[in-house]
């Protein structure tokens, strides 16, 4: 029973320091910030910049790039150039290849440190992000967690993260470096949820927030949109990213598909729509399909709801900025609450698409 427990419909953003990749803020006041990675080869420059700027197109705010090799770090120069977004190198192994992208005009690099292991190549590259004003994503995963934390907690525990995260932000901290936020990777959700959740308890350095390996479009939203909406809803996370084995644009769609879901961003179209039952009488799978394909593109923040009949829609009609009242073969216009006319089956999308042009 829920008696006397004082429901806020707002969530409490953990407090957090300001980090800047590029031009864009994370942490401090700044809404949480939507990123992805491109899938193609880095040092494919055309291809790569064509996702890029697709990925920007869909509201992606920040972008990564793997520089797995020396050529594909010599690549990011002209990357960085014409990148619409920041751009982040993803740098694994090779302080070489590091120094290589720090050349290069990048935004941002994310090191994990666990995988580099060398304590005087860390501090030299960090030296070389603060000459630079370079931005550090501090990673710490499951899979190169040091030998260490291995013997003290016998697995990978989200304690064990934790406590990795933290002995190398103090690290960071002590060289001088504090232009950094931290992620932290577990092999599955609950691990994910406390490792960040005792990480945010203790500092107020960003966190960059997101389900690793979560698998196809499907399985992996459902599992992103779990992971990250309990994480968000504690107030924790200040970028994130949703890893789909899909195209990175999906990834970006469903990122604020969960932040909007949360009133924590407010992007595009959002349609309500009942899943129906035994009361319908239009084809409203069909509907609501056309209607989202032709909004996909709009940007301008809008509720529209599509409603099977007029049980829920008079509630939701009061919600929405426009809707579809649906009933035998018609449906009631509705906007801003108010009905505005009766359309017939066949005229309705276009008669919802016309009014929404108009607003
Ligand atoms: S709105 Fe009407 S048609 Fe849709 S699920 Fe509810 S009762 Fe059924």
Not at 191 to 218: C, R, S, V, Y
Not at 266 to 294: D, H, Q, W, Y
Not at 320 to 337: E, H, V
Request: proline share 4%.
């Amino acid at each position: 029973m829920l008696t006397g427990m004082k429901l806020n419909n707002q969530i409490k953003r953990r407090k957090t320091r300001p980090v800047f990749v590029g031009n864009v803020q994370i942490g401090g006041d700044a809404p949480i910030v939507v990123q992805s990675m491109t899938d193609t080869k880095t040092h494919d420059i055309e291809t790569t910049l064509n996702q890029i700027n697709k990925l920007a197109q869909a509201g992606c705010e920040i972008i990564r790039v793997a520089a797995p090799t020396e050529k594909d770090a010599q690549a990011l120069k002209e990357i960085v150039k014409n990148s619409p977004i920041p751009v982040i190198a993803d740098i694994h192994f090779s302080p070489r290849i590091a120094f290589l992208a720090l050349e290069s005009g990048i935004h941002g690099i994310r090191l994990n440190p666990g995988n580099i292991n060398d304590e005087g190549k860390i501090k030299e590259i960090l030296q070389e992000c603060k000459r630079k004003n370079i931005a550090v994503r501090l990673g710490v995963n499951s899979g190169s967690l040091e030998e260490k934390l291995l013997e003290k907690y016998g697995f990978p525990s989200g304690e064990a993260l934790a406590e990795s995260a933290l002995n190398w932000s103090e690290f960071f901290e002590k060289v001088g470096f504090t232009n950094f936020k931290v992620s932290i990777k577990g092999s599955d959700v609950l691990q994910n949820i406390q490792a960040n959740k005792i990480f945010a308890e203790k500092t107020d350095i960003p966190l960059h927030i997101g389900i690793t390996e979560a698998g196809p479009a499907g399985r992996g939203s459902v599992k992103s949109a779990v992971g990250l909406g309990i994480l968000l809803y504690m107030g924790i996370g200040d970028t994130i990213r949703v890893s789909l084995t899909a195209d990175p644009v999906e990834e970006v769609e469903v990122a604020y598909q969960i932040l909007q879901s949360l009133g924590l961003r407010r992007k595009g179209v959002e349609i309500i729509s009942c899943p129906t039952c035994g009361r319908i009488e239009v084809n409203l799978p069909e509907i609501v399909s056309k209607v989202e394909e032709k909004l996909k593109n709009v940007d301008k923040p809008l509720k529209v709801a599509i409603m099977g009949c007029v049980v829920n829609a008079i509630g939701e009609a009061k919600e929405a900025d426009i809707g579809l009242a649906c009933g035998n073969k018609s449906a009631i216009l509705f906007k801003n609450g108010q009905p505005l006319k009766r359309v017939s089956e066949e005229e309705m999308v276009d008669e919802l698409l016309k009014e929404i042009e108009g607003m």
